[in-house]
Structures are given as structure tokens and as C-alpha cells.
């Protein structure tokens, strides 16, 4: 996170140069959406670092779902029975991977969908700030204060932030001009374009492609229980998407 807030600081100066200065109240929300992203962040890291790649990210994608739970709370929005009926899916289908697990790789899990609901609050703060905010400006704001939680924590946690091997250094420095700089500044632009509920169920490619990568690169395998709960959990959030309120 702090690789993407110095690599765009330089175009987020000029960008409030020749800009309105953004107002307090939207400054919060970034500062809002930032917080909740570092918290997804540190709990999915967390639960790939105890049960691999390919289980966190799946239950990590589950946000469609609380996206769906928060639109209803927040915005009042009727859902239609499609939804209720992909959560369910969806749910036991998480039941499903999180019951054969051991502890260590349960808590993994656990963890994979607590990120979830961060990431699903992430989305819904996003949609709302950039109603006030450009995309480059509510993305700079929310990854300065993403970088400042995620060291608060990283602080209380005594995670040392040097002495790793390069490689780890080179990894860092990609996912943040990849990840960040390039992902998640294009999801920042396409939630001021469409709404919450219909930005989240189109990255349901990322469990896919991690289930893909993790094989040959991490040499991880998954049970058949934990493919018929994985496919029950994308196959509930595709339903959870149609069950949205257009």
C-alpha cells in the first residue's frame, strides 16, 4: 500500500492542483474505505499465511453477499428471493470447506471470510465516496490511510518490516504497482461508473485464477469436499448477483 501511495502521490498532487480541494466529509469516507480495505487486507494475509492461497481468497469473495446484506441495511433496497436463496448457497457452501479443515487451516478460513465482509464494506464506502471524489483522489486518500492502519498494525503485532530476501522485495514492489497501482485504482474508477452490487460478483474471477496459480506455483491441492464448497460458493454468489435490485 505504501508503494502505490508514493508511486501516485506526484499525479494526485497535480490532480488537486487543478481541482477543487476535496471536503472534509469525503476525505473521511476515503479515510473510511481505506481503514476497512487494510483490514481485509490483514485478515486475508493472515488466513493464506495459515491455509494457503486458494480457500482465504475464495471466502474472501464473498463479498457480493454482504454488499447485498449492507445495500438492504444501509439504502434500504428490496431483495428479491434469488438473493436470499444464493446467500444461503453461498453460506453453506463455506460451511462446507470450513468443516473438514484443521484448526490451523479452519482459522485461515475463518479469517478469509471475515475479509470478506471488510471487503464488502470497502465496496459500499467506495460506491458512496466516489460520488464526491475522482477516482485517482479517493484511491490516493484511501491508500495513504490503508498504509498507515496496516502499519499501526503491523507496529502493535512487532511484524518486522525488514530484513526479508529479495525476492520478497521484488513481490512487494509488484503487487504494488500490479495489484494496487493498476487493480484496485480500476476498480476505484468502475465503482464510480456502477454500483457496488454489480462491481463485486465480476471479480469472482480471482478465486478461479488463484485455485489455477496455487497448483503449480504453491504446489496446493484441494479435497473434492473443498471443490463442491467452492463451487457451491461462486455458484451462490452468482445468484446473490442476479438477485441484486437492477
Not at 478469509?112 to 465516496?129: K, N
Not at 485504482?185 to 465480476?202: D, N, Q
Not at 504453491?218 to 445468484?239: D, F
Request: proline fraction near 5%; charged fraction near 5%; charge should be positive.
Amino acid at each position: 500500500m505504501l508503494i502505490a501511495t508514493v508511486l501516485l502521490a506526484l499525479p494526485f498532487y497535480r490532480r488537486i492542483q487543478t481541482t477543487n480541494p476535496p471536503s472534509r466529509r469525503a476525505i473521511g469516507i476515503a479515510i473510511l474505505g481505506g481503514t476497512l480495505f487494510a483490514a481485509d487486507l490483514a485478515t486475508w494475509a493472515t488466513g493464506v499465511t495459515l491455509s494457503g492461497a486458494t480457500v482465504p481468497t475464495l471466502l474472501a469473495n464473498t463479498a457480493p453477499v454482504w454488499v447485498g446484506i449492507g445495500t438492504l441495511i444501509i439504502f434500504r433496497s428490496r431483495l428479491r428471493t434469488a438473493f436470499w436463496l444464493g446467500t444461503l448457497l453461498a453460506l453453506l457452501g463455506a460451511g462446507l470447506v470450513l468443516g473438514i479443515e484443521t484448526n490451523a487451516e479452519l482459522t485461515g478460513s475463518i479469517l478469509g471470510l471475515v475479509a470478506g465482509v471488510f471487503y464488502g464494506g470497502y465496496f459500499l464506502v467506495t460506491q458512496r465516496g466516489r460520488d464526491l471524489l475522482d477516482s485517482l483522489t479517493y484511491f490516493w486518500l484511501a491508500s495513504a490511510s490503508s498504509a498507515v492502519v496496516l502499519l499501526l498494525l503491523a507496529a502493535g503485532f512487532q511484524l518486522p518490516l525488514t530484513g526479508y530476501p529479495a525476492t520478497s522485495y521484488l513481490n512487494f514492489l509488484a503487487m504494488g504497482v500490479v495489484t494496487q497501482v493498476f487493480g484496485y485504482l480500476a476498480v476505484s474508477y468502475a465503482l464510480g461508473r456502477f454500483p457496488a452490487s454489480i462491481v463485486a460478483p465480476t471479480l469472482l474471477g480471482q478465486p478461479v485464477i488463484t485455485a489455477l496459480l496455487a497448483v503449480p506455483l504453491l504446489g496446493e491441492t484441494l479435497a473434492p469436499a473443498q471443490l463442491l464448497g467452492g463451487a457451491a460458493v461462486l455458484a451462490g454468489v452468482v445468484i446473490v448477483h442476479r438477485g441484486q435490485p437492477n
